[in-house]
């Protein structure tokens, strides 16, 4: 869509503000406020609105907020003063109140909302296509490096069992031409588009990306990447593993999202969506989403992502203290494991679990090594799987390898509440490498994104009392015990559900732990 007002275009499909010929230089979140006070001008926006909209939700100071808008009217000739097109309404809200005229660009007819076009039916998880980039640098020989940017993308999407990616051959029957993302989504039979651009200046190069909801034409999320153009394929490497590392967990989220509106759906996908999007790392969570992964596998015997899932809850169940028959639960979450795996042999992060899992309880630590090697080859951008390589290898007697694993977890999903997992298990790898401040430092970091994690206390203690900070410790085992009362460590220590290496279990002892 394209709206025109005054002698701007503001074109929502391309992500680009113009003013007559010029292309306006315009940030990705100033971009989304514009967009937003566009769609919505019959109403009066308020600041919890834009909050929503434009940050998720996320604490916004008044200060941050009033720079974004400033900032949004200087890019189209507004300013607080004049208040021409965004007017604020004190105590209520913003509006913006320019004469706007909708479009549709050059999209030809065919491409409007109401084509005729048969939609293909949705494939049963995430779909995307990849949309060939934009080469807005007048030079085509870049068209190699746009294009080269969205096979690397593909591709990286691709590994992902869980999500259904269109073939670049198809996508590319869009290059050249204006397409209305709608209709792509019909012709191509998937729910979500990644489009782009790729501009090249002075030797350095921008390349912009924006994924949309083809069902709504809704933008979930947008950014911006710049590099030196000297190096173009590491700047593609860089690029790659960036917009993957947001996109694939966006996809996901989103699913489970539109999964918790269809209460009564059945369906074993639908099912596993909502044990997936539950606080395993609760009893009360981790035994949900057992029921509900069994209950998938009960109506479809073949689903990999149930048998994953329910794996995971068994192996996850003995680590934790949770399972009156430690024995029975390893034995059912390793056949559930290789049952996932008998399904569909490259499902990578149940073949990365069944590694950490047999480096957890077996001491045939080159099988296990194997295992999560192997997984992080056929998929180097899952981050989940780098988090189980990482503890796996924590288990085989290699901190150094572990902590170089979880890091590799952390940059590839740098925002995921769920990196109290990861910070946790680095907790312990520092405390393997008598890294003792490092492991305080990484514990609390895990403590404060999840202060009922046992996990993150564990190595905290642990850390501490090797420091000698007896009263800290103290404090620390206190607040473990509150959450895990019955904690014992020669129990944990014996079923194989304590994690780490002999200089972490000799710490909870100084700590002063229940033996």
């Given at each position: 869509?394209?709206?025109l007002f005054e002698d701007y275009a503001f074109d929502t499909v391309r992500r680009e503000l113009h003013r007559g010929a010029d292309v306006i230089s315009v940030a990705p979140q100033v971009f989304d406020l514009l967009d937003y006070l566009i769609r919505n001008r019959e109403r009066v926006v308020s600041k919890g609105d834009l909050i929503d909209a434009i940050w998720n939700g996320r604490s916004v100071s008044d200060a941050a907020l009033t720079t974004r808008l400033n900032v949004a009217r200087s890019a189209i000739g507004d300013t607080g003063g004049d208040q021409r097109l965004i007017k604020t309404l004190p105590r209520r809200g913003f509006r913006f109140i320019g004469s706007v005229v909708e479009t549709l660009g050059s999209a030809s007819a065919a491409t409007a909302d109401n084509s005729t076009t048969p939609a293909l039916a949705l494939p049963n998880k995430p779909s995307i296509a990849?949309?060939?980039?934009?080469?807005?640098s007048g030079d085509l020989e870049q068209d190699y490096f746009a294009d080269g940017m969205v096979d690397e993308i593909t591709t990286a999407l691709s590994?992902?069992?869980?999500?259904?990616?269109?073939?670049?051959?198809?996508?590319?029957?869009?290059?050249?031409?204006a397409v209305d993302i709608k209709l792509v989504?019909?012709?191509?039979?998937v729910r979500y588009v990644l489009e782009g651009s790729v501009r090249k200046a002075a030797g350095k190069v921008r390349i912009t990306g924006q994924l949309i909801d083809a069902m709504t034409g809704a933008n979930l999320w947008a950014d911006r990447f710049e590099g030196d153009l000297s190096d173009v394929f590491a700047l593609q490497d860089e690029v790659t593993v960036n917009v993957v590392s947001v996109i694939q967990p966006k996809l996901l989220q989103t699913?489970?999202?539109?999964?918790?509106?269809?209460?009564?759906?059945?369906?074993?996908y639908d099912l596993c969506l909502r044990a997936q999007h539950l606080p395993s790392w609760t009893r009360d969570g981790s035994a949900e989403s057992l029921r509900l992964a069994s209950r998938a596998l009960e109506i479809d015997p073949r689903c990999c992502f149930a048998a994953t899932l329910a794996g995971g809850c068994h192996i996850r169940n003995v680590r934790q203290g949770w399972a009156t028959d430690p024995t029975s639960e390893i034995a059912e979450g390793f056949r559930l494991l290789r049952l996932a795996l008998s399904i569909d042999g490259n499902a990578t992060l149940a073949l990365s679990m069944l590694g950490n899992a047999t480096a957890s309880f077996s001491d045939d630590y080159d099988t296990a090594r194997g295992m999560v090697d192997?997984?992080?080859?056929?998929?180097?951008?899952?981050?989940?799987?780098?988090?189980?390589?990482?503890?796996?290898?924590?288990m085989a007697g290699q901190p150094e390898e572990a902590i170089r694993s979880f890091e590799r977890r952390i940059r590839l999903s740098p925002l995921d509440p769920l990196l109290f997992s990861t910070f946790g298990g680095m907790s312990v790898a520092f405390i393997g490498l008598g890294r003792f401040e490092e492991a305080v430092s990484t514990a609390r970091k895990a403590v404060r994104q999840n202060p009922l994690y046992p996990f993150a206390y564990r190595g905290l203690a642990s850390a501490l009392a090797h420091l000698g900070r007896d009263v800290e410790?103290?404090?620390t085992v206190a607040g473990l015990l509150e959450l895990e009362p019955d904690f014992r460590i020669s129990e944990r220590v014996a079923r194989g559900g304590l994690l780490g290496p002999q200089l972490y279990i000799d710490g909870l002892r100084k700590a002063g732990l229940p033996e």
């Open positions: 869509m394209r709206y990849v949309l060939p980039f934009t080469n807005l590994r992902f069992k869980s999500l259904f990616v269109i073939a670049r051959n198809s996508s590319f029957t869009y290059k050249g031409r989504g019909r012709e191509l039979g699913e489970i999202d539109l999964a918790s509106r269809r209460p009564n759906s059945l369906s074993a192997r997984a992080v080859a056929l998929n180097p951008n899952s981050s989940p799987i780098w988090e189980q390589r990482g503890l796996a290898y924590l410790a103290k404090e």
